[in-house]
């Protein structure tokens, strides 16, 4: 019987294979990994080492928290827009912006 995490990592890559508009062969092809290799890890019947994950998700163009921690990615993805608002800020408004967030946190966590 497979892992869980594996099963779920594994359906996690096969939605973003299939987002990112790849069949198992092409994304195989790409990472000079077996389809069936592919197929093994995205039905969780293959625990893949490592380096092998790590050449699927550079491929695919993603994280390890996107596939084991997807509600994660979700605020990472807006954390990089508030930080991309920061950055097109002038200096003075980067310190507006601080503090105002500063001042935000501090109301909605009481402190």
Do not use: W
């Given at each position: 019987?497979?892992?869980?995490?594996?099963?779920?990592?594994?359906?996690?890559?096969?939605?973003?294979?299939?987002?990112?508009?790849?069949?198992?062969?092409?994304?195989?092809?790409?990472?000079?990994?077996?389809?069936?290799?592919?197929?093994?890890?995205?039905?969780?019947?293959?625990?893949?080492?490592?380096?092998v994950?790590?050449?699927?998700?550079?491929?695919?163009?993603?994280?390890?928290?996107?596939?084991?921690?997807?509600?994660?990615?979700?605020?990472?993805?807006?954390?990089?827009?508030?930080?991309?608002?920061?950055?097109?800020?002038?200096?003075?408004?980067?310190?507006?912006?601080?503090?105002?967030v500063?001042?935000?946190?501090?109301?909605?966590?009481?402190?």
């Amino acid at each position: 019987m497979p892992n869980e995490v594996l099963v779920r990592g594994g359906a996690r890559l096969r939605a973003l294979r299939k987002e990112r508009g790849y069949t198992q062969e092409q994304l195989a092809e790409l990472t000079k990994l077996s389809s069936r290799h592919i197929a093994g890890i995205e039905k969780g019947e293959a625990n893949p080492s490592f380096e092998v994950l790590y050449t699927i998700i550079s491929v695919l163009g993603t994280s390890f928290d996107a596939i084991f921690n997807p509600a994660e990615e979700q605020a990472e993805a807006e954390l990089q827009e508030i930080a991309g608002l920061y950055r097109a800020c002038p200096e003075q408004g980067r310190r507006l912006v601080l503090a105002a967030v500063r001042a935000m946190a501090n109301e909605l966590t009481g402190k």
